[in-house]
């Protein structure tokens, strides 16, 4: 069998069809989703050739009936192992590597752009030289959890996740640069969220923006932080994260709009921000409790 190189950046899912074979059932390709490519396919018995992929990779196995035999080579060292559903693998960009499994089942594959990730980094511990270790089956719960909460966006359109994407790559960067790298780097720890002046400037921000399909850098951007301890702060400071703090107020500014003017639902899901009605609708009767119709024939019929 051949050697292959792949580039997910420049082939997008065909990079991944001359690995698998096949197309994957999911996929972030039509998504603008930054720095990451993430696909989901439910793959029968088979193996890869040999292959050297210029982004990060990462494989998270789920979706298995039962433990499955593997065999993979990843940067000129063999194992036999039996891979668990939740176990992960870790290859590094630019690393040879081949893998073969004897039962089918699911796997989420992660592709992060080494720049991507040196810049999370660099803006995370100041350093922009780190080495990523090779991993063969090692069970991770916290990246099972990014991986499969991933695989929930992309089944939900993938459109208009990207700020929920952003978050959820930044914390597997994060996690990957303190468990899975040949540097011991201690992160700073910042507590008490974030001062008044910059949280008001950050709310203000949403407010005026909630329209637009907004991002975890341009957030973190307003208040001149790095995405991570952006993300932690905010939380501390609201209780949410900045994702759902967008969600909560594009739910809160519909209903606005619902009682004070006469625009359409699919209007008012635009304005506000959501990407098409069948989000609007999701979110806000998870928050509210009733669909948007419903809420609409109430305030309407008064």
């Known amino acids: 069998m051949s050697s292959v190189v792949v580039d997910f950046a420049k082939e997008k899912e065909e ?43 990462i494989g998270i196995f789920v979706d298995l009936p039962q433990p499955v035999l593997a065999e993979r080579f990843i940067d000129g060292q063999f194992r036999r192992e039996y891979v668990s559903p939740g176990d992960m693998v870790v290859v590094p960009a630019d690393t040879w590597h081949r893998t073969r499994w004897t039962l089918a089942g699911g796997v989420i594959v992660i592709g992060l752009e080494p720049k991507t ?104 951007a307003v208040v001149q932080l790095s995405p991570h301890y952006f993300s932690q702060l905010f939380k501390q400071s609201t209780g949410v994260t900045p994702h759902q703090y967008v969600i909560q107020r594009r739910v809160e500014r519909a209903k606005e709009l619902l009682k004070q003017t006469q625009l359409t639902l699919a209007d008012v899901a635009r304005v506000v921000g959501f990407v098409d009605q069948s989000h609007f609708h999701r979110h806000f009767k998870r928050l509210v409790g009733i669909t948007p119709r419903a809420f609409l024939k109430q305030v309407r019929s008064y």
């Open 15 to 57: 990079g991944y069809k001359r690995i698998f074979a096949r197309p994957p059932l999911l996929s972030s390709v039509a998504t603008q989703w930054d720095g990451i490519l993430t696909a989901y396919d439910y793959m029968p018995p088979g193996e890869t050739p040999e292959i050297s992929v210029k982004q990060h990779g």
């Open 117 to 220: 990730f040196t810049q999370t980094v660099d803006e995370t511990v100041g350093c922009d030289r780190i080495e990523l270790i090779p991993h063969f089956a090692t069970a991770d719960p916290l990246v099972q959890q990014i991986g499969l909460a991933l695989k929930r966006a992309l089944e939900n359109a993938g459109s208009g996740s990207r700020l929920y994407a952003e978050t959820m790559t930044t914390a597997l960067m994060v996690h990957l640069l303190q468990y899975y790298s040949a540097q011991q780097l201690t992160l700073p720890i910042y507590s008490g969220g974030l001062p008044y002046p910059q949280l008001r400037r950050i709310v203000d921000y949403i407010q005026a923006h909630l329209d637009q399909d907004l991002s975890l850098r341009d957030l973190a």
